[in-house]
């Protein structure tokens, strides 16, 4: 098992105290070579399930287990690294650094983990190109359209070959074509023994994964 997620709860304290239930009582596994989909409406608590699942936001409940590692039960430093050498994630609004181009962009993550090499580079280059953004390299993130970010921020996710893929929507800003390519390669990356969650309202999805959960007023209907 890559991933187990179990009993998870969030709720977000609102203004004057009154709580909303974002996550409610959602538990999933994850095996090698498997992609899982989460479909549902906005505010069903999609990107709150995925943050928990990466490391990036605590639980008021559950466990993650990546691998052999209880992700809450370590320190944020242990989880940090923990997410720099495992985890790829994929922000539903990308996060891209404004001042940097396209190249440096992808290459973000191999500063945190010291790997920088000139064989990084190539496949900085590499995953640039099969994402249809090889004539954009040199650009700027505000120069591009909003599709061209979105797979920008997925080359990122993918240039320190993560063992998992988190996926917040990423075929939300996408025509039809580029989001073939995008689901294509997140479908292949499953198979050659990664594994990814990704969460999305997208119909589209639905064919390339081999579990889709519907979600909706934060828990999973279809368990
Ligand atoms: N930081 C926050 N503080 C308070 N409430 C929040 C916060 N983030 C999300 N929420 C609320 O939690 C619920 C779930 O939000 P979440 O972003 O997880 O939904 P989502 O399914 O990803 O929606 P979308 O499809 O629009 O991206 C929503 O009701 C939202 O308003
Ligand atoms: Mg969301």
């Given at each position: 098992?890559?991933l187990?997620?179990?009993?998870?709860?969030?709720?977000?304290?609102?203004?004057?105290?009154?709580?909303?239930k974002?996550v409610?009582?959602?538990?999933?596994?994850?095996g090698?070579g498997?992609?899982?989909?989460?479909?549902?409406?906005s505010?069903?608590?999609?990107?709150?399930l995925?943050?928990i699942?990466?490391g990036?936001?605590?639980?008021?409940?559950?466990?993650?287990?990546l691998?052999?590692?209880?992700?809450y039960?370590?320190s944020?430093?242990?989880?940090?690294?923990?997410?720099?050498?495992?985890?790829?994630?994929?922000?539903?609004?990308?996060?891209?650094?404004?001042?940097i181009?396209?190249?440096?962009?992808?290459?973000?993550p191999?500063?945190?983990s010291?790997s920088?090499s000139?064989?990084?580079?190539?496949?900085?280059?590499?995953?640039?190109?099969?994402?249809n953004?090889?004539?954009?390299?040199?650009?700027?993130?505000?120069?591009?359209s909003?599709?061209?970010?979105?797979?920008?921020?997925?080359?990122?996710?993918?240039?320190n070959?993560?063992s998992?893929?988190?996926?917040?929507?990423?075929?939300?800003?996408?025509?039809?074509?580029n989001a073939?390519v995008v689901?294509?390669?997140?479908?292949?990356?499953?198979?050659?023994?990664?594994?990814?969650?990704?969460?999305t309202?997208?119909?589209?999805?639905?064919?390339?994964?081999?579990?889709?959960?519907?979600?909706?007023?934060?828990?999973?209907?279809?368990?």
């Amino acid at each position: 098992m890559v991933l187990s997620i179990s009993g998870i709860k969030k709720s977000y304290k609102k203004v004057k105290n009154e709580a909303v239930k974002a996550v409610n009582d959602v538990s999933l596994e994850i095996g090698k070579g498997e992609l899982v989909a989460v479909n549902g409406p906005s505010g069903c608590g999609k990107t709150t399930l995925l943050l928990i699942a990466g490391g990036l936001l605590y639980p008021d409940e559950g466990e993650i287990i990546l691998g052999d590692t209880n992700l809450y039960d370590i320190s944020a430093n242990q989880r940090d690294k923990k997410r720099a050498e495992n985890i790829g994630f994929v922000f539903q609004q990308f996060y891209l650094v404004p001042y940097i181009n396209i190249l440096e962009n992808v290459l973000i993550p191999s500063i945190g983990s010291n790997s920088y090499s000139s064989s990084l580079e190539k496949r900085a280059r590499e995953l640039i190109d099969q994402f249809n953004l090889s004539h954009r390299i040199h650009h700027k993130p505000g120069e591009l359209s909003t599709g061209e970010r979105q797979r920008v921020a997925l080359a990122r996710a993918l240039i320190n070959e993560p063992s998992i893929l988190f996926a917040d929507e990423p075929t939300g800003n996408l025509d039809d074509d580029n989001a073939e390519v995008v689901l294509n390669y997140i479908s292949g990356f499953a198979k050659e023994g990664g594994a990814v969650l990704l969460v999305t309202h997208d119909g589209r999805i639905g064919k390339q994964a081999q579990r889709t959960y519907k979600m909706k007023d934060g828990r999973f209907i279809n368990q």
